[in-house]
T-cell receptor, first 113, second 117 residues
Framework: AQSVAQPEDQVNVAEGNPLTVKCTYS??????LFWYVQYPNRGLQFLLK??????LVKGSYGFEAEFNKSQTSFHLKKPSALVSDSALYFC???????????FGAGTRLFVKA | GAVVSQHPSWVICKSGTSVKIECRSL??????MFWYRQFPKQSLMLMAT?????????EQGVEKDKFLINHASLTLSTLTVTSAHPEDSSFYIC?????????????FGQGTRLTVV
């Protein structure tokens, strides 16, 4: 079965420190990979996506993600966290040949001042 | 980039009434639209897939008679929650897909928060 796993329900980081939000996937073929952020009572905001090419993808608000095909991972990273980065982050995949988006369970990020 | 707009952003309705949520693709014709539901502190769960001019395909466990989906045009899909009950209170998000360089990509609306009292 196709699935996306975000192993951490919550990540706590001090402001200014680097952050990583983990994501692994189990999808056949060559999927598109996405990260979205959701602020309280708001819809999804697109952060970045990987289609092909360079394994390090740069996105909005200073976020980047590293695609690792052998480990089937697509971890979200930021060199220096901000308090305003505190939100709910979703990893998602869109399988090859299809367009259904499969979401991970989400990881809540808390950045402490 | 492509824009998907949902209306209303939030709605409060009385138990037993019906509520309609609109999803519009503003600058492209969407081949397919999707409706998701998000429970508090949980991920998005796909409810149904709709193609213009045909009946929606519902995911297992989703009541098609309760969640009526109409995809009347390539830019508009509606979700009607019929005879709403408090347990239908949730965050509903739509997405619309179209072809980008030979691959379909999905773009998401801002969501609709439904509260049934």
């Amino acid at each position: 079965a196709q699935s996306v796993a975000q192993p951490e329900d919550q990540v706590n980081v001090a402001e200014g420190n680097p952050l990583t939000v983990k994501c692994t996937y189990s999808v056949s073929g060559n999927p598109y990979l996405f990260w979205y952020v959701q602020y309280p009572n708001r819809g999804l905001q697109f952060l970045l996506k990987y289609i092909t090419g360079d394994n390090l993808v740069k996105g909005s608000y200073g976020f980047e993600a590293e695609f690792n095909k052998s480990q089937t991972s697509f971890h979200l990273k930021k060199p220096s966290a901000l308090v305003s980065d505190s939100a709910l982050y979703f990893c998602a995949v869109s399988p090859w040949g299809g367009f259904k988006t499969i979401f991970g369970a989400g990881t809540r990020l808390f950045v402490k001042a | 980039g492509a824009v998907v707009s949902q209306h209303p952003s939030w709605v409060i309705c009385k138990s037993g009434t019906s509520v309609k949520i609109e999803c519009r693709s503003l600058d492209f014709q969407a081949t397919t639209m999707f409706w998701y539901r998000q429970f508090p502190k949980q991920s998005l769960m796909l409810m149904a897939t709709s193609n213009e001019g045909s009946k929606a395909t519902y995911e297992q466990g989703v009541e098609k008679d309760k969640f009526l989906i109409n995809h009347a045009s390539l830019t508009l899909s509606t979700l009607t929650v019929t005879s709403a009950h408090p347990e239908d209170s949730s965050f509903y998000i739509c997405s619309a897909s179209f072809l980008v360089r030979g691959r379909t990509e999905a773009f998401f609306g801002q969501g609709t928060r439904l509260t049934v009292v």
